[in-house]
């Protein structure tokens, strides 16, 4: 059974400061997505990773896999207030068919 | 215009009752699915349809009944609801079935069951 784990589940940090969430996944994929959930809100998708040693950026957020490790990092560049929100990362090992395993989420509140 | 839709967004129904939610996407894709998030955030995979197929079931009881009629909609039928079924439903889209398409998520329909 596929098994995503983030860390930390939760993180409150300072506007300005650096920080990076984990993710990591028990089985080989090369699939991995990072969505943020507003509360009471949908996901968005914010990254598709889809090979070993992707990076992506955007603003202040930039994602990373290692799918030799199974690892994915989302690092937050200078954190503004506007990011406090829930980060998933998801998994999709088994094709489409199979749906997207999701991490427990890392509830974010960056503080000013 | 919304690409993936979902309706009602709040339903509030008292146990043992029968309740459906309706999803809807505008995005021409062939896949659609139904997660469930629960009161930790914690969000699995219940269905997932292909050209109004169903291709998983994922040990979701007997009660949830899916109905695609038509690849743009992709309805869940709930029978004799339950206190445990209280949870956030996300119907999602996708181009087709291969796992490096994205889904794209609806709104979410919040199910209070009293």
């Known amino acids: 059974e596929l098994k995503v784990e983030q860390n930390p589940l939760f993180l409150s940090m300072q506007e300005g400061k650096n920080y990076t969430i984990y993710c990591n996944y028990s089985t080989t994929s090369d699939r991995l997505y990072w969505y943020r959930q507003d509360p009471g809100k949908s996901l968005e998708s914010l990254f598709v990773?889809?090979?070993?040693?992707a990076v992506k950026q955007e603003g202040r957020l930039m994602a990373s896999l290692d799918t030799k490790a199974r690892l994915s990092t989302l690092h937050i560049t200078a954190a503004v207030h506007d990011l406090s929100a829930t980060y998933f990362c998801?998994?999709?090992?088994?094709?489409?068919?199979?749906?997207?395993?999701f991490g427990k989420g890392t509830h974010l509140i960056i503080q000013p | 215009d919304t690409a993936v839709s979902q309706t009602p967004k709040y339903l509030v129904t008292q146990m043992g009752n029968d309740k459906s939610i309706k999803c809807e996407q505008n995005?021409?894709?062939?896949?659609m699915y139904w997660y469930k998030q629960d009161s930790k955030k914690f969000l699995k995979i219940m269905f997932s349809y292909n050209n109004k197929e169903l291709i998983i079931n994922e040990t979701v009881p007997n009660r949830f009944s899916p109905k695609s009629p038509d690849k743009a909609h992709l309805n869940l039928h709930i029978n004799s609801l339950e206190l445990g079924d209280s949870a956030v439903y996300f119907c999602?889209?996708?181009?087709?079935?291969?796992?490096?398409?994205?889904?794209?998520f609806g709104p979410g329909t919040r199910l209070t069951v009293t």
């Open positions: 998801a998994v999709n090992s088994g094709g489409g068919a199979d749906g997207l395993t």
């Open positions: 995005l021409g894709h062939d896949t």
């Open positions: 990773l889809l090979s070993n040693g």
């Open positions: 999602a889209s996708s181009p087709g079935l291969a796992d490096y398409y994205e889904q794209y």
